[in-house]
């Protein structure tokens, strides 16, 4: 059974920084991509950056110059790093992976970490 298992929420005034981890474990044949989401009171979930298995990144075009999605593939780690951090940004964050299992795909999502970003 593959586990995400997500760090690094918090409380942090507007303006500052946080970084976001998330491990998986468990039993993955490959991963294509991790990225975080993130879903707001009352907000559908949405995209806030991903990396797939070339190392290409994509962002949300709210975050781009702010956040930066990196990986540890040794460790089968992404982090978050979160910059110039502004009220909006409040949300649970939630960790994706995708990958495969044998033949077959794979989606696993983590329980989620909440940051609040106070004005």
């Known amino acids: 059974q593959v586990q995400l298992v997500e760090s690094g929420g918090g409380l942090v005034q507007a303006g500052g920084s946080l970084r976001l981890s998330c491990a998986a474990s468990?039993?993955?044949?490959?991963?294509?991509?991790m990225g975080w989401y993130r879903q707001a009171p009352g907000k559908q979930r949405e995209l806030v950056a991903v990396?797939?298995?070339?190392?290409?990144?994509n962002y949300a075009d709210h975050v781009k110059g702010r956040f930066t999605i990196s990986p540890d593939t040794a460790k089968n780690v992404v982090h978050l790093q979160m910059n110039t951090l502004k009220p909006e940004d409040t949300a649970v964050y939630y960790c994706?992976?995708?990958?495969?299992?044998?033949?077959?795909?794979?989606?696993?999502w983590g329980q989620g970490t909440l940051v609040t970003v106070s004005s």
């Open positions: 994706n992976l995708k990958g495969t299992l044998g033949r077959a795909p794979l989606e696993v």
């Open positions: 468990g039993s993955i044949s490959s991963i294509n991509a």
């Open positions: 990396i797939v298995s070339s190392g290409s990144t």
